[in-house]
């Protein structure tokens, strides 16, 4: 008797969760963006970002970003731009202060970069405005 789940069960939970994922790790994205340009939730070491400065244009495409990946909407290109400004962060920020991510502070930098990059390749999952739209141009 074997218990892992059928491939008919996996099939049908693969998108759900996909699209879970996407939810959840758009939130969490998104609020990096609030932190910087809107002081809340409160970070001290975002307090005076400029919006012009190059902490400000993160918290842009993070703000814009972490909402259209949040709906799901236009998934596939906002997440490769995501995935780009998480390498450029990595390597601008964290790499510097040494070689491996757990030393260097760089973990969730490169977790969002891979996570953001397996979205533009897979799309948003179930529960995403794309999702929708695709349905409604068919």
């Not at 939810?23 to 975002?46: D, E, N, R, S, W």
């Not at 070689?99 to 995403?128: D, H, K, M, Q, R």
Request: net charge positive; aromatic share 12%.
């Amino acid at each position: 008797m074997s218990t892992s789940p059928s491939p008919a069960l996996l099939a049908a939970w693969t998108p759900r969760l996909l699209g879970i994922l996407r939810i959840i790790t758009g939130f969490l994205y998104l609020q990096h963006g609030t932190a910087k340009l809107f002081g809340t939730p409160h970070v001290a070491m975002f307090d005076g970002v400029q919006l012009l400065s190059l902490m400000g244009v993160a918290g842009i495409l993070e703000l814009v970003g972490g909402a259209l990946l949040l709906l799901g909407l236009f998934t596939r290109p906002v997440a490769f731009i995501l995935s780009g400004q998480m390498a450029v962060g990595y390597f601008m920020m964290h790499a510097p202060q040494g070689f491996l991510p757990i030393l260097n502070g760089g973990e969730l930098a490169v977790l969002y970069c891979f996570t953001f990059l397996y979205f533009a390749a897979a799309g948003g999952g179930a529960f995403s405005l794309d999702g929708l739209r695709g349905k409604a141009r068919s």
